[in-house]
Every structure is written in structure tokens, then in C-alpha cells.
């Protein structure tokens, strides 16, 4: 990819092409015969990043990195880049739809102690894409041994969180398998089964998301510190930094 088709933000090249060119990779990725992992990048992402050098090599492995919040849209603005916001639940709803229509194989690395488990968010994608090929099982992130039957799928979603779920999907790179597509999904997974609620489409589409989370999960108030406080203040240092 030249660089005039990305925006570095901290360090992070993020991925300029629109949703439609996005939609279309994915496609062209579930029909290759290689392994592409994308990375959705939010501002926690972004911070995370910025403190571990091995998080930061770990989202620039990704063949493909996203913007994945308003805040990393609003940096891009500020960096003269305009970057397609593409929340990683909605970009999720369009890669399972483009894997249902191939009948792809996925498979489903899901946190051991989440709140959605291996056999409910099955049931909810088996109702909802039924052409789809399921398997998967309720995983320890700490572990990294690979389990059976994911070196066969045709995807892996993980939603082990950050920065777990990219160093694990990022292993299965040079494994003797067939995945051709691999992302983290994080906590989009609860949003289908239910287990948490989204913001309204009204309040995503001026970019408060975040803040009705918070409404509703007093106990996100330290990420979301770090996305709206810590974050722009790093933006700006490395603005400024840059400038000199």
C-alpha cells in the first residue's frame, strides 16, 4: 500500500480507503489463498501502543489497520487525513455477511471469562448466517498454544481484547494452516448476543458512542480517560514534536 492511501497517527498507519474498498478487500481476502489480519485502532489502541514497543510492531504486522472510534477519525482531521470511521461491530456484521455468502468456515476464539460464551454467540451467528460453518471453543488468552481445528478455518475472530487478540491472531501467520483472514473483534461479540447494549444509531453517527457507554458502564471511566484525555494529549505532543 503507498503511503498516500494511509494517516500515521502515533506511529499507527491507519487505512484511508473507504468502506465500500474495505468491504471489497475482504472479499478479495476470503477468495486469496494467503493469511491477512486487520486490526481495528481505537485511541486505547493508539495509547497502548505509544507505551509497548512489542503492541506497537504487533498492530503494524496487521496487513490492514482501521479506524475504529472517533477519536482516531478526529486525530486524522487534525493530521490533514480524512479517515473512514468504521466501528469494528458494524465492519464485524459485514465480514460475517461476506463470509455467509461464501460459506466460509469461521472459527471463533472467545474469551474464557467474557460475558458471552463460545455456545451463545454460535447460536446468535447461526440464526443470523446460517450458511456459515462454525467452530470455536471458550479459550484462556494467556495461553498460546493454538486449538484444534483453527489452523483448518477459513477466518478466526478473537475477542480477547487488547493487546491479546492481536498478538494471538498474529501467530497464527506463519502456522502450516488455512486461514486467509483474521481479526479482533473485542467486546463486539456482546453487542449481538445482547449482553451489552449499543448506543442508538443517532448517537454513534455524531460520535458520542462513548459516551453513552459510559452511561451505562460507570467502570469504563479509566479507558475512557484514556481515550479522550490521555490520547488527545499524546496527539498533541506528537504534533508538536514533529514540528521542531
Not at 506511529?11 to 471489497?24: F, H, M, N, P, V
Not at 461491530?89 to 468456515?105: H, M, R, V, W
Not at 486449538?147 to 494471538?168: H, K, S, T
Request: glycine share 6%; hydrophobic share 40%.
Amino acid at each position: 500500500m503507498r503511503k498516500t492511501d494511509t494517516c500515521r497517527i502515533l506511529g499507527i498507519t491507519i487505512d484511508k480507503r473507504s468502506k465500500a474498498e474495505l468491504d471489497a478487500v475482504v472479499r478479495k481476502y476470503l477468495l486469496g489463498t494467503s493469511f491477512h489480519r486487520i486490526a481495528t485502532v481505537n485511541p486505547e489502541f493508539a495509547v497502548l501502543a505509544k507505551r509497548s514497543e512489542t503492541f506497537l510492531s504487533s498492530l503494524l504486522s496487521a496487513d490492514i489497520r482501521i479506524a475504529d472510534g472517533t477519536g482516531i477519525a478526529i486525530a486524522g482531521l487534525l493530521s490533514g487525513c480524512h479517515l473512514t470511521r468504521y466501528p469494528g461491530a458494524d465492519f464485524l456484521k459485514t465480514i460475517l455477511a461476506t463470509a455467509n455468502g461464501q460459506e466460509s468456515t469461521v472459527y471463533l476464539a472467545i474469551r474464557k471469562d467474557g460475558l458471552s460464551s463460545f455456545n451463545e454467540i454460535r447460536t446468535i451467528l447461526r440464526t443470523s448466517f446460517p450458511r456459515l460453518r462454525i467452530c470455536g471453543a471458550d479459550l484462556n488468552p494467556i495461553s498460546f498454544s493454538l486449538p484444534d481445528g483453527i489452523r483448518d478455518a477459513d477466518m478466526v475472530l478473537c475477542n480477547f481484547g487488547a493487546p491479546e487478540q492481536e498478538y494471538f491472531l498474529e501467530s497464527l501467520r506463519h502456522t502450516d494452516s488455512v486461514v486467509r483472514l483474521a481479526m479482533g473483534v473485542g467486546g463486539s461479540f456482546d453487542f449481538l448476543t445482547g449482553k451489552r447494549k449499543r448506543a442508538p444509531e443517532w448517537i454513534r453517527s455524531i460520535g458520542l458512542e462513548w459516551l453513552f457507554r459510559l452511561a451505562i458502564q460507570p467502570k469504563r471511566m479509566q479507558r475512557i480517560w484514556t481515550a479522550t484525555v490521555i490520547f488527545p494529549f499524546l496527539c498533541l505532543s506528537d504534533r508538536i514534536s514533529n514540528s521542531r
